[in-house]
């Protein structure tokens, strides 16, 4: 999401006494001045100091070199030349808007605010600073107070689009969407070029679950840039999410660029193309451990590809993956590059655009492709079906960095699968579960064992044993299903509602083409956890009963 600050350039009010000194300090500042005009920020700089170094008392000169300094995103130095301008020319408001820009782009939102509130004790109507001092509010999470700065710089001057989009900004994190939309569109319709604002209307849109919409916003945002990294990048989730994906991959493929995403490994060799490869082919994993999980599926096709393979992934699935993949070299990713023999290389997310065409591509392998250590499983079984039940496996956290909190249950929503007749529940659940699992126990009389001997986050090999020592599988959209899904396991998966659904699980539908085994269960917009799993519940009870 993109907020943008409104700079102030401060107005030059020095005036110049008509001795040597003075003048040369003159000309120097006003050299100053035409480079900042020009854009020529680094002899902006250089002017200034040396104006300075004649005569330190210029405050508009210090003024001006933080406006430089800044520009040159070198903020701290900014600052401590708005700072002597101050102290020389107190009431200037344009230096306290841009000492507060400064702050802010340290992330130092707090102290932002202060300099934007002694700037509007001194002008209540400056539309700019209103609007900078709404972003500080936003970044401090002030989200109620930001949107009445917006909205008095917004009855101020209504044509500013600036304003209109971060008002927008604010409202969606308030899930105002509707209105945010509204803001997003109105930014657009004072100014149709403004990338930012339909980028932003395009994020909106998923948010809202319009994704056909979305996917119209960035292709009107790539029809003015068509180079811009993250709209191609969320055109290709798009894209990807509804089956097209030809289109998808092509777009996705700008992911690298795109705001926030990892570097590729920096391999000096040509990338791989598709076509055989006469030596080793080495691809490297990326994104999190589901992700790896999942497009590894497409590993043991690859021996068509080369006279040998190199598989650097994450070292927590070296075991599990050195144990499914035999005839590939599998190798624990890390800092450093591997130093084997490398002809070509492609990461492993890039894999589909080669394989996996179309959706008639993915074969149905319905005992999966990973495979368990068997002895791990047979102990782990044995006491498990000692009495005969059912042995069901739960997850229920994602611990997602954006998602989360959206595709994330509590424990207690797993009520009505939880009092099934004739069932023993394990905790596949990466993380600390000890006081929901007590307060289910204690609440309902179940218990939700943790198996000894399994670190569910750091034993990746383990929980697979764990996940193999089950009959059935039900989880949130995290590591477990994937796991699960690579396994052959009869699974559930509770997908969120809107953006948070993830492309690899196909809009409109209720199976995985990753996963033949793994039923994707989706939740509609506003509806608790509890019911999509009372849902899952009943067909778990119907798969039970038909054993």
Known sequence: MTIEQSPYRVVVTTTFSSSTGAMEASRLYHDGLAHLQAGQLAKAVSSFRQAIAINATLADAHSHLGVALQGLQRNDEAIGHYEQALALQSGDVGTLNNLGNALLALDRPDEASLQYERALALEPAHVAVHVNYANALHAAGRHEEAVRHYRQALAIDPGFARAHMNLGNSLRDLGRLDEAIACYERALAIEPGYIAARMNLGKALQVADRGEEAIGCYEGVLGLEPGNADANYNLGLQYLLRGRLPEGWDHYEHRWNATGHVAPRAYPQAGWNGERVRGTLLIWGEQGVGDQILHSSMIAELAAYADSIVL?????????????????????????????????????????????????????????????????????????????????????ISKNPEFGQRRSARLRDFESLLRLPGCRFVDLQYGDTQIERAAIERDMGICVERLDGIDNTNDIDGLAAAIGACDFVVTVDNTTVHLAGALGKPTWVLVPHGHARIWYWFAGRDDSVWYPRVCVRSQIKQQPWADVISAVAKELKHSIDSI
């Open 312 to 396: 650097e992934v994450e070292p927590r699935l070296v075991p599990l993956f050195v144990r499914s993949f035999p005839t590939v070299k599998v190798v624990g990713l890390g800092p450093d590059l591997y130093d084997g023999r490398v002809d070509a290389h492609a990461p492993l997310g890039g894999l589909g655009r080669f394989l996996r065409p179309g959706l008639s591509a993915f074969p149905r392998r319905p005992q999966g492709y990973l495979v368990a250590d068997d002895t791990r499983v047979r102990a782990l079984r044995s006491p498990l079906k000692a009495d005969q039940r059912v042995v069901v496996g739960l997850s229920w």
